[in-house]
C-alpha cells in the first residue's frame, strides 16, 4: 500500500507570524520543527496500519521544510521548487492521500494566512463556476488520477471547502481569530487526533467508502490577479481570454492540464513583481 502526503506550513498550528515561513524568519525552525513532527506522526500512523511505502511533499514555499533526517526509513521525501505539479509531484500510484498543514482559500475571514496558491499573485480561482482553495484544486488532480483524499488536516476555516468531499476525515489544527492570530491544542493531543483520523479513513478505504473527487470536463478556469499588469502577461498566450482588467479565462481538456497552466500563469505573474519591483 502507498501513501501520499502533501504537508504545507501556514495551516499548521502555532504558525501565526511571517517569520514562520521565510526560510530567513527568526521563527522559520520552529514551523520546521512542527511540520516535521506532525508528519513524521501521521507516517508512523500510516506505516503500523499496511502501509509500507509513503511519499512525502514538502510543499511551502521552497518547499525544503521538513527535516530529512527525522524521517523514517519507509518514507520518501519530495523536496525542491519550482517543480511540475508543485503540491501533489509524485502522488501518482497512491492508494490514499492526506493534507497537512492546508489554510483557507484568499478572502476567507478569521483564517490564518488566507491565500490561494500564491498570495503575491492571486487573488481568486474559479474551476467550473466554484472558487477553490489549494486543497480543492489538489484533491480535484489527485481525483482525475484516481487518488481519493482521506484526512485532511489544518486551518479550522478550511472546514467549510470540506464539504465538496464529505467522506474526507478532517482534522482541525488551529482556530483562527485573525490572519496572523489562533489558538491551537497541543501537540499530543494534535497527534491523538490524526491518528485517529487515519484509523477512521483507512476503514473507509477498506469498504470502499472513499472516492477520488471527479470534475465535470472539460474545464473552465478563471483566474482573477492582484495586479492587471498580470492579467496582461496572463493574455499573451493565445488560449488566455482577458474577461476584465483583473481576470483571465481558459478552458482545459484535464485538470493536469489546468494545473500546469495556472502554475504558468502564476510565474508570469511573479516574473512581472520580480522586474517592477527593480
Do not use: C
Request: hydrophobic letters at 45%.
Amino acid at each position: 500500500m502507498r501513501a501520499f502526503i502533501s504537508v504545507d506550513l501556514e495551516g499548521l498550528p502555532y504558525v501565526v507570524s511571517r517569520e514562520h515561513l521565510l526560510v530567513k524568519g527568526t521563527l522559520y525552525n520552529e514551523a520546521r520543527k512542527i511540520a516535521t513532527r506532525l508528519v513524521k506522526a501521521t507516517a508512523d500512523a500510516l506505516h503500523e496500519n499496511g502501509f509500507d511505502e509513503i511519499v512525502i511533499a514538502d510543499s511551502h514555499g521552497p518547499m525544503v521544510n521538513v527535516v530529512p533526517e527525522e524521517m523514517p526509513e519507509y518514507v520518501e521525501l519530495v523536496r525542491g521548487f519550482p517543480r511540475p505539479l508543485s503540491m501533489v509531484a509524485f502522488a501518482k500510484g497512491s492508494d490514499m492521500a492526506l493534507f497537512i498543514g492546508y489554510h483557507a482559500k484568499a478572502g476567507t475571514a478569521y483564517a490564518t494566512f488566507d491565500h490561494t496558491y500564491s498570495g503575491a499573485t492571486i487573488d481568486r480561482i474559479e474551476i467550473n463556476g466554484i472558487e477553490v482553495s489549494e486543497f480543492l484544486m489538489n484533491a480535484m488532480l489527485l481525483g482525475e488520477w484516481g487518488i481519493p483524499l482521506g484526512v485532511l488536516a489544518g486551518d479550522e476555516a478550511l472546514q467549510k471547502d470540506a464539504e465538496m468531499t464529505p467522506w474526507v476525515e478532517f482534522v482541525p489544527l488551529k482556530r483562527a481569530s485573525g490572519r496572523y492570530s489562533a489558538i491551537s491544542p497541543s501537540l499530543p493531543r494534535i497527534e491523538a487526533s490524526i491518528r485517529e483520523a487515519i484509523g477512521r479513513a483507512i476503514r473507509k478505504l477498506e469498504r470502499g467508502e472513499l472516492r477520488p473527487l471527479e470534475v465535470k470536463k472539460p474545464m473552465n478556469v478563471r483566474v482573477r490577479f492582484l495586479n492587471s499588469a498580470h492579467a496582461e502577461v496572463a493574455e499573451l498566450l493565445p488560449f488566455v481570454e482577458r474577461v476584465d482588467g483583473k481576470t483571465v479565462a481558459f478552458r482545459a481538456e484535464s485538470v493536469e492540464d489546468a494545473y500546469k497552466v495556472i502554475e504558468v500563469l502564476v510565474f508570469a505573474a511573479a516574473g512581472v513583481n520580480y522586474i517592477v519591483s527593480r
